[in-house]
């Protein structure tokens, strides 16, 4: 029996999945399951980061009802201005993972890593900021909610007002601060690890890079971080009279 060279090629194509674009992987059928698994993956994780922040904004929301005029005088602490230089950065930083993305689907390496490498030069000097401005200041002042936490004038910036406000209510809204924008600068130090990652395989134009759902699900976690800081800036930054 004759052996033609289809028949050679048969296994050959069968192992790169039937023969059809090399990025599909062995256990999908095509690009289009592949690339759906990838992002219901992707939202699934997101939705259990969802729930697990939303804890957090609800407990925040209760005592923030239950004691308005006092968050209210201890928010006077935090200074709007890196706040606001903060918030404008990430938003620089979505657009430009977004831009990103798009060179990601056409292939042009250079230009996705010219657009996360200002992604991360972004989350870099967010970081910075909120160190050097926000909480190093606070914390000299012994305003860290650990056993060294103090209130008093001082403390409070020699503002009576702040100072009238009881210690454990103070405390109660320091925690909450440093809790919720500490977890968030969590997830922005884990967001430069993996889009660190991300550049190496586009720099050396590995097969992962080739498929541009890798970019883009990166790109979701960091629109997603992007997000919860536009929820955390008006709760404690903006909160009115």
């Not at 870099?124 to 008093?152: D, M, Y």
Request: with cysteine; glycine share 4%; charged share 15%.
């Amino acid at each position: 029996m004759e052996i033609t060279a289809q028949d050679k090629l048969g296994p050959v194509e069968h192992e790169h999945g039937h023969g059809h674009d090399p990025l599909l992987k062995h256990q999908y059928e095509d690009m289009d399951q592949q690339s759906e698994s990838y992002v219901v993956g992707m939202w699934t994780f997101l939705v259990t980061e969802i729930m697990f922040f939303g804890v957090l904004f609800v407990m925040y929301s209760i005592y923030r009802w239950k004691y308005q005029n006092e968050f209210y005088q201890v928010h006077r602490l935090l200074d709007v201005v890196p706040g606001g230089i903060n918030t404008t950065i990430l938003l620089i930083s979505s657009f430009c993972m977004a831009v990103a993305v798009h060179y990601a689907q056409k292939k042009d390496h250079r230009r996705v890593l010219m657009n996360l490498a200002a992604v991360q030069v972004c989350a870099v000097a967010f970081l910075v900021i909120k160190w050097i401005w926000e909480w190093q200041p606070k914390i000299s002042h012994g305003l860290l909610p650990t056993t060294n936490f103090t209130w008093n004038l001082e403390s409070a910036h020699n503002d009576p007002a702040i100072a009238a406000v009881p210690e454990n209510i103070a405390q109660l809204f320091l925690s909450l601060y440093f809790t919720l924008t500490g977890l968030h600068a969590l997830h922005v130090i884990v967001g430069i690890i993996v889009i660190g990652a991300l550049m190496y395989l586009h720099w050396k134009k590995t097969h992962s890079a080739q498929d541009y759902v890798n970019t883009e699900m990166v790109g979701l976690y960091w629109h997603f971080v992007d997000l919860v800081w536009i929820f955390l800036f008006p709760l404690f930054y903006l909160i009115p009279r």
